[in-house]
């Protein structure tokens, strides 16, 4: 409750939801580090359908730099794969931060949803996992001016980029 200048008593009510989160088990693999990732070429206002990979190349590379593995400067789509390696169980804070859109998913569960034609923006989401990897699916699109990516995880308040952090299965 709270007074306004003219002296009348207002009530806020606010309404808060809970989930439990339950950790989601880790997979049982070999690893060595490295992403696999799909490219395409199109006029996107959105993250397209991943028909849209139906006929591209899959390439293996290092880690997440869509300024190298990019074909052109604008109008274009990334989608990468891999695993991600959790050291401890419990719930953890993703981001993702792109120019233009972006989305993270975890076990075909969207984590974080930062999709649109946008200039450069961090969106968040809260996932439990277990520890061990973790598959991952990072997608990404350029519509015009600014390309940006980066995605990772936010402990003790900061975030922590995980671009070179990233594993494919042996």
Known sequence: RYMTESA?????EKMFHYEKLTPLPAQ???AKKGVNFVYAE????NLPE???FTNAISEVSDG?????QRKRTDHFTISYTGFIYIPNTGVYSFYTESDD???LSFYDKIVVNNDGSHSKRRRTGIIALEKG????????????EGEYLDFGIISEGKPKSLKSEIFISQ
């Not at 199109?42 to 206002?45: D, H, M, R, T």
């Open 8 to 12: 009348a008593v207002r009530t806020e």
């Open 64 to 68: 997440i730099n869509i300024l190298a």
């Open 28 to 30: 049982n693999l070999t």
């Open 42 to 45: 199109g006029n996107f206002e």
């Open 101 to 103: 859109g972006s989305r």
């Open 133 to 144: 990897y973790h598959p991952f699916v990072l997608e990404y699109f350029e519509d015009y």
């Open 50 to 52: 991943q028909k849209v």
